[in-house]
């Protein structure tokens, strides 16, 4: 029979399984506002101090949709904006709570 798992431990064996993740997620979902600068794979490799160092080096939609994808098991919702031609900034905060309806007529 089928098992039923929540998204969060489908992520988890994912990691597990799968490859790991190319970026440190956990350091950044903790609500603070980053800047993303987009760079070639070569310019990723720098160290972050150099002043051509560059965060990722996929299209900037496709690093918003994966942050999107990272805030869904971790019951985050996440904000981003594209803040110049090659860099977005992304901040990740809890989702409200749902208020629960009062069905009175």
Not at 27 to 54: I, V
Request: aromatic residues 8%; proline residues 10%; contains cysteine.
């Amino acid at each position: 029979m089928p098992e039923l798992m929540s998204d969060k431990q489908v992520a988890e064996l994912a990691v597990r399984r799968g490859r790991p993740t190319k970026y440190p997620w956990d350091d950044w979902t903790d609500g603070q506002w980053r800047t993303f600068k987009r760079g070639t794979p070569e310019q990723c490799e720098l160290p972050p101090e150099d002043p051509d160092h560059a965060d990722f080096a996929v299209d900037i939609e496709t690093f918003r949709v994966n942050a999107s994808e990272i805030a869904k098991p971790r019951n985050l919702k996440v904000e981003t904006r594209k803040v110049g031609d090659d860099q977005v900034a992304i901040r990740f905060l809890p989702k409200p709570k749902e208020q629960p309806t009062d069905n009175v007529a």
